[in-house]
């Protein structure tokens, strides 16, 4: 049986106590013997002597002595090396039970393995805990500060209705349905996160005409699209895949919500294309594009690659993220050969 770790320091330890010992009365017995015999033979004891002299009591006094203090020496030195890691570890979950989450043990011997393993783990678990605590924090600040805004509006215009400032027409009815729709799209989008984050995002993947459902979220859009300046091509090189047709829906809308508030005026194309094994789905705009640093950020929650906010909740990529992940694929961002921005979501054929 081969040992490493822990284990295996504790047995050198052990293996180097007995060879000491034994080699510390192996050859101080022939050195006392030695010197006996040639200083003082005369005293020597004879081979009818069965007990021991006194010379020879003194002898194994000093010997067992010395083995006890190197005996001792080696294990305090073993459990000091074996014991840091461990009070590191024991300190470290007393500090985090007293909500101090940047604590982290001290390694100190890689040698030792189990231990040194031990503290890796705990570290690597208030690491865990801390970025969760923080995006915790962040999360609740960033919908907190979502919904501040249509709360406000909605507070402001029914106030408005009750104290007679506004007139109770259609208009006023449609503007406070539009932030209610608003409202609801926030929580829609904040659910699809929490449930692809928990690993609850089920998807039901079935034979869709995808060209059908394109169409159908175009005419959707239509009206936010033509407010924009922008007119929807499609380019359908394949007509039917396999996804789920309401999530497929959703992300669409937010993609082609997404270039309705920040792309300029002109076309918005949606393709469809089997590449490799896989579905594509892209919607490209006609620019001004994405600085390159920015890219690898736009599928992240609440973030905004441009200064204008829009009203855009910073949350509609990160949906499209979330549900080509659910289908086992993938979405990507990058800048056409035109300078306008593609998104495009893949996923198994």
């Known amino acids: 049986m081969r040992l490493s770790g822990l284990s295996r320091q504790i047995a050198l330890s052990m293996i180097k106590i007995a060879l000491g010992t034994a080699f510390l009365v192996t050859l101080g017995s022939f050195a006392f013997y030695y010197i006996w015999n040639k200083y003082w033979p005369s005293n020597m004891p004879s081979e009818s002597d069965f007990a021991p002299s006194l010379p020879e009591w003194a002898w194994i006094a000093a010997t067992f002595s010395i083995a006890i203090v190197v005996s001792i020496s080696v294990a305090v030195k073993l459990s000091r090396r074996i014991l840091e890691p461990l009070n590191s570890v024991a300190d470290g979950i007393r500090q985090v039970a007293k909500g101090d989450l940047a604590v982290r043990a001290t390694v100190g011997d890689r040698s030792l393995g189990e231990a040194a393993l031990l503290a890796d783990d705990f570290n690597s678990l208030a690491e865990k805990l801390q970025q969760m605590t923080d995006a915790q924090a962040f999360w609740n600040a960033a919908i ?34 539009a932030q209610v729709d608003g409202l609801s799209r926030l929580i829609d989008d904040l659910r699809v996160l929490s449930l692809m984050n928990s690993g609850e995002l089920h998807i039901s993947q079935t034979r869709v005409d995808i060209t059908a459902e394109i169409k159908t979220v175009a005419d959707l859009a239509s009206g936010m699209l033509q ?5 929807v091509i499609i380019d359908a090189q394949v007509v039917w895949m396999q996804c789920d047709a309401v999530r497929i829906r959703q992300a669409l809308l937010a993609l082609l919500e997404n270039a309705s508030r920040y792309a300029l005026a002109g076309t918005v194309r949606i393709q469809t294309r089997h590449e490799d094994g896989f579905y594509c789905l892209s919607v490209e705009d006609d620019g001004p594009g994405i600085a390159p640093e920015r890219i690898e950020q736009v599928f992240v929650a609440f973030y905004r690659a441009t200064e204008v906010t829009n009203n855009g909740s910073g949350l509609g990529l990160a949906v499209v993220a979330a549900i080509a992940q659910a289908h086992h694929g993938t979405a990507r961002c990058y800048l056409s050969a035109a300078g306008g921005t593609v998104i495009e979501l893949r996923w198994p054929a």
């Open 144 to 177: 907190a500060h979502e919904l501040r805004t249509p709360v406000t509006i909605l507070r402001g215009r029914l106030q408005g209705l009750a104290e007679g400032v506004f007139t109770p027409d259609k208009d006023q009815f449609l503007r406070l349905l």
């Open 227 to 231: 407010a924009a300046g922008q007119q």
